[in-house]
């Protein structure tokens, strides 16, 4: 009866973990975790996993993906889970790619204007209020675009 009472996350009035575990037939709600991560994905949020050096002197990433220890320190990439028998790595970067969320802020009719302003809205009077202002950038511009 706790769960009735209880919020389902801080400061949500509308539904109870109670409710929110008894939604009616008809709903949409993924039904496992992998359901879930995949519209995590599907939606362009989604991370890469990547292992590294417990010291942080490498990536298993590229030429060393396969590698099994540090090409630098010689630090082994897992240890072992015995109960398991699984190999864990030791650290693990997570990478969020930059193209799916500029595509995705590109798709909103709303967020575009503002992704566009340095370029549609942009006043050239000598006056340096954003980085598209800078010579560097102008540069850029002329050698890229």
């Not at 209880?6 to 400061?11: A, F, I, Q, T």
């Not at 082994?76 to 969320?101: A, C, E, S, T």
């Not at 050239?124 to 540069?139: F, M, Q, T």
Request: hydrophobic share 30%; aromatic share 12%.
């Amino acid at each position: 009866m706790r769960d009735a009472e209880r919020e389902l996350y801080p400061g949500c009035r509308q539904f109870s973990k109670l409710s929110f575990l008894a939604f009616s037939e008809g709903e949409t709600l993924p039904t496992t975790y992998y359901e879930a991560k995949k519209v995590i994905w599907d939606l362009g949020i989604g991370y890469d996993k990547i292992h590294a050096c417990k010291h942080d002197c490498a990536l298993f990433w590229k030429e060393n993906e396969f590698k099994d220890e540090c090409p630098e320190c010689r630090t082994p990439r897992y240890v072992y889970d015995d109960g398991r028998n699984k190999r864990v790595p030791q650290k693990v970067l997570r990478h969020f790619p930059l193209i799916p969320r500029l595509q995705r802020l590109f798709i909103s009719k709303k967020t575009v204007m503002d992704m566009r302003w340095h370029k549609d809205k942009r006043v050239d009077d000598g006056v340096l209020r954003h980085p598209a202002d800078s010579e560097a950038w102008k540069d850029f511009e002329l050698e890229h675009i």
